[in-house]
Each structure stands twice: as structure tokens, then as C-alpha cells.
């Protein structure tokens, strides 16, 4: 079953009742309720919404990440449980110590899919693409050249016309932070459920950062994201505001399909999967990790 993705925009009292997330107006109106099984993210997107510690209790025991927004909408923090495997201790031991050879492969790996999805992009809206092929090509262990950064210099002058990738730019820059942000709980929630730890990253070492392995493996999801901006601002030029309908159409990211190994799954059992793979990498079990191929 596809697990939901619940959004809390306006003031609202969030309680339980039956294993049911509950929702309550200010006025004491229930205006709807959910099974709590049923949900994996939840986000909340008012300064007046208040969640009682019992409901966020069972929300981490059902392994649900609870992301919370800033003034300007956009997602700020990540909750997630502490643990969310059987085998957590002996899965954080292969993580720490795995060696630094094998981390750069999988960087490699990142890197490389990474590439390859952004060019399908590129492929799919006719737009130059041919020659992401020189960098594809030539991704050296821990991507030590950097085809990563420099490749993305071309991959954005040729998506969007008179666009500069910033993280406080105008749109679609608003729009893409909002679906990465929703991209990278979706990829924290899956690398807890494997057993392990978020903070260890494959190449990402920032110690103020504590999803350095979420946003490692999230980095071929990315152009997921990409397409569906792109396709979004084709339908609707005009719009530059982050808009609730903006939002909504973004936290569909989460069912997106996604093809890996061959079979179309929902990009939120894709992550799963890429997760598990990365556990069996670390354990000696495999050296390839599994990543979606965006398909056009």
C-alpha cells in the first residue's frame, strides 16, 4: 500500500483517537481523520497548529516523518524516529565502518545516475543533451574532477531560459527547494526504516548537517523533481508564488513512478529500495547500488 502524505495548512489541533491522526478546527469542528498506518509524512504549515505529544509518539513508532515549516513555507525541520530497523546496531556498524574505496565508488555510482537522469530531462523536453555524455562518461572515484558541479552549470542554462540555480533565487528556484525539501524527507524516512544512520554520509560531510546521507542518495531522485517543475511552468508561466496549489502538486513527488531494476514502482518504494541496497553495499553483500533511471 502507498503511504499518504498529509498537509496541515491552516490552524488545526492535532490529536489521536483509534490509531487515527485526528484533526481538530480552533472552533472544536473534527474536519477529518486518517489511520495513522496509512501515513508517512506530515507536514505542517502553520505557526497555530499544536500536536499533542501522544499523536507524535505513535507517528515515530509508525516510523512517519514530521516536517514542519518556516514564515516563508518552506520546509524547515525533519522528525524522524531514532531507529527504525531490527538490526539497527549491526547496520550502523557497517556503516561506520566502511571503507573510504568503497564510499567513493558509490559516489561515483550517485554521481553518475545523477547525470543520466537530469540528461533524460533534457532529452525529454528537446533540449541540448548530447553532451552531458563528456561528463557521464568520465566520472572519476569520489567524482574527484567534480563532473558533478560543473556538469550542473550546463544541465540548468539549458532547462530554463535566464535561470540561475540559487537556493534564495526567484522562481522556479521557490518550487524547487519545495519539492527537494519534500524529496529529502521522503529519502531520510526510507534510511532510517533500513537501519541506518542519517547523518553518515557517503560523500556530504558537513558536521552542521544532519542528513548528510539523505541528501547523497537523494541526488538522482532529484530530476524527478526537476521534470515535474519544469512541466508545471509550462502549463502555468505566470506563476512564481509557492501557492498551495503549487505545493499540492509537488508533494506528489512521493508517487512519481519511478523505474528501477526494471520495474515501475512509486518513487517513495523506489527510495526503499535504493536504501536496502546501500545497506547490502556496506555489508559486503554487493558494490552497486540501486537507482532509479528516469525514463521519457
Known amino acids: 500500500m502507498i503511504k499518504r502524505t498529509i498537509y496541515i495548512g491552516s490552524p488545526a489541533y492535532l490529536k489521536i483517537k483509534h490509531q487515527q491522526l485526528v484533526v481538530q478546527e480552533p472552533e472544536g469542528e473534527i474536519k477529518g481523520t486518517v489511520p495513522i498506518e496509512d501515513i508517512a509524512i506530515l507536514m505542517l504549515d502553520n505557526y497555530q497548529v499544536t500536536i499533542s505529544n501522544l499523536l507524535i509518539t505513535a507517528l515515530q513508532e509508525n516510523k512517519v516523518v514530521i516536517v514542519n515549516c ?41 554521481v553518475e545516475q545523477k547525470l543520466r537522469n537530469q540528461q533524460a530531462v533534457l532529452k525529454q523536453f528537446e533540449k541540448p543533451f548530447l553532451y552531458l555524455n563528456n561528463y557521464i562518461n568520465n566520472v572519476k572515484s569520489g567524482d574527484s574532477s567534480n563532473a558533478e558541479g560543473i556538469a550542473a552549470q550546463y544541465y540548468w542554462k539549458n532547462l530554463f531560459e535566464d535561470f540561475i540555480r540559487e537556493r534564495f533565487g526567484e522562481a522556479p528556484n521557490n518550487f524547487l527547494n519545495y519539492g527537494y525539501a519534500i524529496l529529502r524527507a521522503i529519502v531520510a524516512r526510507a534510511i532510517v526504516s533500513s537501519g541506518l544512520i542519517p547523518v553518515l554520509g557517503i560523500f556530504h560531510r558537513n558536521k552542521y ?20 517543475v519544469y512541466e508545471y511552468m509550462e502549463d502555468n508561466p505566470e506563476q512564481d508564488e509557492l501557492t498551495k496549489e503549487v505545493k499540492a502538486y509537488l508533494l506528489q513527488i512521493a508517487t512519481e513512478d519511478v523505474e528501477v531494476e526494471g520495474r515501475m514502482r512509486p518513487l517513495m518504494v523506489a527510495v526503499t529500495t535504493t536504501t536496502a541496497s546501500l545497506v547490502k553495499c556496506y555489508s559486503g553483500e554487493v558494490r552497486t547500488i540501486k537507482y532509479p533511471s528516469l525514463l521519457i
Open 209 to 228: 548537517n544532519p542528513y548528510c546521507l539523505a541528501d547523497d542518495i537523494m541526488e538522482p531522485y532529484r530530476p524527478y523533481v526537476d521534470r515535474m
Open 70 to 110: 518556516d514564515a516563508k513555507h518552506q520546509p524547515l525541520g525533519i522528525m524522524l524516529p531514532v531507529y527504525g530497523h531490527s538490526e539497527y546496531s549491526e547496520r550502523v556498524k557497517g556503516q561506520v565502518e566502511s571503507s573510504e574505496p568503497l564510499k567513493k565508488q558509490l559516489w561515483k555510482q550517485t
